[in-house]
């Protein structure tokens, strides 16, 4: 989610790169352009889709101007919950956005706030069980093997001596 800042230039224009930065440089913004023009085009199917099973249900027509304006906001609101789901967690010292920042960036939707809040309590408690359930399944097959280590004393340790 991170954008990628350029670096600043060198005195006199240039990053001190050489001809290899340059072409690098250049092939990474190409890649990340494509990788926009897709997501944006995603966005606007995903719009266009949602507008198509409103229309259904509402009987009334969205114009494609419409859509494509409500796709470009979508794309552009999404952006600006990126930038600030990373100042938080960089706020935080973190480099890692946490479902925290996100409960942070949702904190003027209640209802929207409310559902994420469930819906991390959910993951955090499967997330639980299925440690529990880890441990469960090693400590049996550790028990299968009829095999128990005993405590290892300061006198039985040739390296504690």
Same mark, same amino acid.
């Given at each position: 989610m991170a954008a990628a800042q350029p670096r600043p230039a060198?005195? #006199?224009?240039?990053? #001190?790169?050489?001809? +290899?930065?340059?072409? !690098?440089?250049?092939? #990474? #913004?190409? +890649?990340?352009? /494509? /990788?926009?023009?897709? /997501?944006?085009?995603?966005?606007?199917?995903?719009?266009g889709c949602l507008c198509q099973d409103v229309a259904e249900d509402q009987d009334v027509q969205f114009s494609k101007q419409t859509i494509a304006a409500i796709s470009e906001i979508t794309f552009r609101q999404c952006e600006n919950f990126a930038k600030d789901l990373e100042m938080f967690a960089r706020h935080a010292k973190r480099t890692t956005v946490?479902?925290?920042?996100?409960?942070? /960036?949702?904190?003027? *939707?209640? *209802?929207?706030?409310?559902? $994420?809040?469930?819906?991390?309590?959910? $993951?955090? *408690? *499967?997330? !639980?069980?299925?440690?529990?359930?880890k441990k469960k399944s090693s400590a049996v097959k550790g028990g299968r093997t009829g095999k128990q280590e005993a405590p290892v004393t300061e006198s039985e340790d040739p390296n504690m001596a």
């Open positions: 060198a005195p #006199g224009g240039k990053r #001190g790169r050489g001809a +290899e930065g340059s072409a !690098m440089e250049a092939a #990474g #913004g190409e +890649e990340r352009l /494509l /990788l926009t023009q897709r /997501l944006k085009a995603a966005v606007h199917y995903t719009v946490t479902t925290e920042d996100v409960k942070l /960036l949702a904190r003027r *939707s209640s *209802s929207l706030l409310k559902y $994420i809040t469930q819906k991390s309590e959910e $993951i955090t *408690s *499967s997330n !639980m069980e299925q440690k529990e359930k």
